[in-house]
């Protein structure tokens, strides 16, 4: 039986390295499950979290004090405090993501630099903490996506990279799907051009298609909006529904607070019906 100085082996030690505390009993049958799991995951950390198993028959007023009222509970403590907790025998891949998502790294501290910079408009600061993140973790996709965002204007090429493996189920997986957009109408005008030249739709639409993508590679963003709504009102699909996807893509890059996106969202859904 391992005795433990919670003060010490816990709280204390925390401020290094994450410490997961398994609550158990030896009663519990959905404790004898889960704990083999966490002891397998642990010895696979590297170094990265470690394992207190705190039995609640033993340890009976660190149990009350943590307000444990049903186990298996595990708590993850970081620099003493609980930063995230779950109750029950979770299968393997269930406690896998759960440790994925709350486990502290270097790399999602400097994302939460960058984003207070990013609040804050000083995005060349926002993008130094982005790119350090991404050398901590190249698979930390919301560095990827921000830093997309910030860069995709002069790097269209860098950002359609960092953003085409963004997972269907990732929060920022809309943001994505804007940068790939964007940056596929910056890179493809040649392309397009020539699809225009091809294609039996009006010569109109596709005239105020490709001025709204030359005024977007000019950063002229109010005339790519209004070139594409345009657009939409005289032939749509073009470019398979090309029109209103830039639309939608600039004004998620945007945002919707941002002046433009308040200024032409009306005039761009009146246009579709």
């Not at 030690?13 to 049958?29: G, K, R």
């Not at 990279?161 to 269907?168: A, G, H, R, W």
């Not at 005239?207 to 977007?216: D, E, P, R, T, V």
């Amino acid at each position: 039986m391992a005795v433990y100085d919670f003060q010490k082996d816990v709280i204390a030690a925390s401020a290094e390295t994450p410490i997961l505390v398994d609550f158990w009993a030896e009663w519990c049958a959905p404790c004898r499950l889960l704990g083999p799991v966490l002891e397998k995951l642990a010895s696979q950390a590297d170094g990265k979290w470690r394992l207190v198993k705190l039995n609640t028959e033993e340890y009976p007023q660190l149990a009350m004090e943590y307000g444990i009222r049903s186990i298996p509970a595990v708590k993850m403590f970081y620099n003493g405090q609980v930063i995230s907790e779950f109750i029950g025998a979770l299968p393997e891949a269930q406690v896998r993501r759960w440790l994925d998502e709350h486990l502290p790294t270097r790399s999602k501290a400097l994302l939460e630099k960058a984003r207070a910079a990013l609040a804050k408009g000083e995005k060349a600061h926002a993008r130094e903490f982005l790119e350090a993140a991404l050398k901590e973790d190249k698979n930390n996709f919301d560095s990827r996506i921000h830093l997309a965002e910030l860069i995709f204007e002069s790097k269209p090429e860098k950002a359609e990279n960092l953003v085409k493996d963004t997972p269907l189920e990732h929060p920022l997986y809309k943001q994505a799907g804007a940068i790939l957009t964007l940056t596929r109408l910056m890179m493809q005008f040649e392309t397009l051009a020539q699809s225009a030249k091809n294609s039996s739709a009006p010569a109109a639409a596709w005239n105020a298609y490709l001025s709204g993508i030359q005024a977007l590679r000019q950063q002229e963003y109010e005339r790519a909006l209004a070139s594409w709504i345009e657009a939409i009102t005289i032939q749509r699909a073009i470019d398979d529904d090309g029109p209103r996807r830039a639309c939608v893509a600039l004004f998620t890059w945007l945002g919707p607070v941002h002046e433009l996106t308040k200024k032409y969202h009306r005039a761009f859904t009146s246009a579709l019906f």
